[in-house]
């Protein structure tokens, strides 16, 4: 007889997020999206000041190799892995087109087929960390990610605000009142906080949880790394320090993190 206890079911659930993530991210039209190549501003500053000349470095989630291609550009070894087999395809075909040499593969971030201490920095950038399926699904990925990275190799990634005063914002609300709701037996689909789901055929993250800073903080803690330095994006691109305001802004937030045990790199690649 099948197991349907607890530990059963949020793996069945964890299963079901993984295949609609990976479904929606091998639209032809998803992908279309993300065939420009260059890194924004703020990963640019922070790629100068965290990654070393001749690194070894992750694109992790790497999709259709927008990041990788760019860093590769700057001479550097890049390995871009990705769920999507499709978007995995355009990347190949983004980098013969660029002229430069990266490894792409079809990969889980949960479960990454590499070896331990290979990596001087993992980037996960724009939404990646917040499409693995609930919060076991993200401590996983970072215990992944600090198994690859070299000591005090660097992590730098991205995550949205589940505060910010923005478009969303009406959608994150109905999701947590639905959270709400299924805590007090409504069947809902949202389970945890911060979870949202959005069924327009012309919406590519069908499955998001956005997190608050706090609990990406505690989870890189407990991963075994130190956070280094952490903004928004608008900040970061205007030279501004963090601030409480910054809760409640538009954009992105940046994340660099080092894996406890060594000093890290020390010298930053060059335009």
Known sequence: MADRGPAAER????????DLVRTSYEQSFVVARYTTVGLWPGEEILAL???PDEARVLDLGCGAGRCAIALAELGLEV???????????AAREQAELAGVQVQF?????MKLELPPDSFDVVLCA????????????????????????????RFIFSSHS???????????LAAFLRLCAGRLGWPVREKELGERFLDDEWEEARYLQILPPSIWKRMLRATGFELLYFNTRLRLEAGRPWGMAGHFEDGERFYVAAKSGGPGPQKSVKK
């Not at 390995?79 to 395809?89: A, P, W």
């Open 49 to 51: 000041e965290h990654i």
């Open 79 to 89: 390995v871009g892995v990705d769920l999507s087999r499709t978007m995995i395809e």
């Open 105 to 109: 593969e079809v990969m889980d971030a």
């Open 11 to 18: 793996h069945r659930r964890a299963q079901l997020l993984r």
């Open 126 to 153: 724009y939404n990646g960390l917040e499409l693995l399926p609930g919060l076991e699904g993200k401590k996983q990925a970072l215990a992944e990610v600090r198994r690859v990275l070299k000591p005090g190799g």
């Open 162 to 172: 589940l505060f910010a005063l923005n478009y969303f914002a009406l959608y994150r």
